[in-house]
């Protein structure tokens, strides 16, 4: 278990309290990332406010983020300790018939078919004072350390700043989906 800050949200309409919390170790299929960048998107300000549906408090949020691979669960091969990666919001499992799709994106174990607020075991990495916390997207990026479904994490250059890969996450991803897929630019 590793002990290390957050910024929770501990009910909704209230701010964030940075807090010391403990994230226990990857089961496995699972990957514990020490994030070293975060992005704030709009959707952590609707967290905030209540307005996202089947967000449960107290969550750490954040969905934009980059870091280091700091341990990995028993049968993950796509990372191991020491790479740089990102975690992804919309995770990519490779199997379901969305991601074999090349024109989608929403693969079937994403938020948009099952809530995200445990990892896939339905169970969470955090505790804070004795308390359960939530997982936000699976990513929960506003904490220094942060436990992931080994499917919703993608290694990235070891040359990539990741102060700037961070936004890959949701934003640049996003804007630039809507540009070329939608507005077709």
Known sequence: VIKC?????????????????????????????????????????????????????????????????????????????????IPLCLPQCGECSFCRNPESNFCQKSHFSEPQNLLPDKTSRFTCKGKQINHFFWTSTFAEYTVVPEYAVARIDAAAPLDKVCLFGCGFSTGYGAAINTAKV
């Open 5 to 85: 800050r957050a910024a929770v949200a501990w009910a909704p309409g209230k701010p964030l309290s940075v807090e010391e919390v403990e994230v226990a170790p990857p089961k496995a299929g699972e990957v514990r990332i020490k994030i070293v960048a975060t992005g704030i998107c709009h959707t952590d300000d609707h967290v905030l406010k209540g307005s996202l549906p089947n967000v449960e408090f107290p969550v750490i949020p954040g969905h934009e983020g980059a870091g280091i691979v700091e341990s990995i669960g028993e049968g993950v091969t796509s990372v191991k300790p020491g790479d740089k990666v």
